[in-house]
């Protein structure tokens, strides 16, 4: 079965409302949810949703959320995020982030006290759409040992960063070999893990997603994946007054309060040139690239495709996760149904 993505949006919308998380709220959940599925990211879409209906009645999500911005200057912020729902959070730090660099070039802004937040792209998005560069970072539960330990330690801390032209050129990415949520979504599934993605507890190989989620996840690249995840811990750590290490609790593990940090970097190209001659010289180097090879692929290239299928054929909902959303909206008085296909 399958749900086409205005439905999607209702649909969490619906859900949200019952629930009576804010109108605001319901929009900006909605949004990077769908973002998520259309990209491929399906982990951290409609498939990480019953996660946080796990943390809303828990309370480590708070419905009544409102940002505070507790420290600022006119080029950073650093902000608490009350404990609201994560996408809402990222939005306005974002939002405050591009405001400053449209002033000053450059905008900063840490956040602390929020929760998961979908896909890290969906935020340096924002950016590319007022033509500006978007670097977003952040870390989560342990999942990554130390290169050469055999305890999880570092999260798999994504980064995503994004540059405005004519073509769609952003990258988004776990700093492990594969994200968290594709464990997850494997394990709901009921499928193994390819080979090189995980260690057990004890420090082994293995293919069990549930191993896996009690071991570490390896991270990409060998040391140099290691080290960009553990310089992303201590930017999203202690540089923006969360937690780090053992402390990160709440993106995999629902039922407790979330403790990661975000860090939002906004550029405007403007300020160092015309801007348009800054598009006009990035075009022209992706034009380079794609010059060298036939298949020769640009970051973005995928996400383009898979958002194109998805919109026209919408997105796949397997049976463990229909089973799951059945569970949800039949505790609320909706019929999931309405809003599928096939």
Not at 169 to 175: E, F, G, K, Q, S
Not at 203 to 222: H, Q, R, V, W, Y
Request: overall charge negative; some cysteine.
């Amino acid at each position: 079965m399958k749900i086409m993505k205005d439905n999607e949006m209702a649909l969490v919308k619906e859900i949200l409302k019952k629930l009576g998380a804010s109108e605001e709220d319901q929009k900006l959940v909605a949004e990077a949810t769908v973002d998520a599925d259309l990209k491929g990211f399906t982990s951290h879409g409609l498939g990480r949703f019953p996660q946080y209906l796990i943390s809303i009645k828990s309370g480590t999500i708070n419905l009544e959320d409102n940002i505070t911005i507790e420290k600022e200057t006119p080029a950073m912020a650093l902000i608490n995020g009350n404990s609201g729902f994560g996408q809402a959070v990222s939005y306005k730090a974002m939002q405050i982030a591009i405001k400053k660099a449209k002033e000053l070039g450059i905008g900063c802004v840490g956040v602390h006290n929020t929760n998961h937040f979908g896909v890290t792209g969906f935020y340096s998005d924002l950016a590319l759409r007022e033509n500006c560069i978007g670097l977003v970072i952040a870390n989560t539960d342990p999942a990554i040992a130390p290169l050469g330990g055999s305890k999880a330690l570092i999260g798999t801390n994504p980064i995503a960063l994004g540059i405005p032209s004519d073509s769609y050129i952003t990258v988004d990415m776990a700093t492990s070999v594969t994200a968290r949520g594709k464990i997850i979504e494997s394990k709901r599934k009921g499928i193994e893990l390819p080979d090189g993605w995980a260690l057990d507890k004890d420090g082994k190989p293995t293919n069990d997603p549930t191993e896996a989620l009690e071991g570490s996840i390896l991270p990409f690249g060998g040391f140099k994946g290691y080290a960009l995840s553990l310089l992303i811990e201590i930017l999203t750590g202690p540089l923006v007054q969360a937690e780090y290490g053992l402390g990160v609790t709440g993106t995999a593990s629902p039922e407790k309060d979330c403790t990661k940090g975000d860090l939002y970097i906004v550029i405007d190209p403007s300020k160092f040139g015309d801007f348009d001659e800054f598009k006009a010289n990035t075009e022209e180097f992706i034009s380079q690239v794609r010059a060298t090879g036939e298949n020769v692929a640009v970051p973005g290239d995928l996400e383009v495709k898979r958002i194109a299928d998805s919109e026209a054929n919408g997105i796949i909902i397997d049976e463990k996760l229909y089973e799951q959303l059945e569970r949800i909206c039949g505790n609320l008085d909706i019929d999931l149904d309405s809003y599928l296909e096939g």
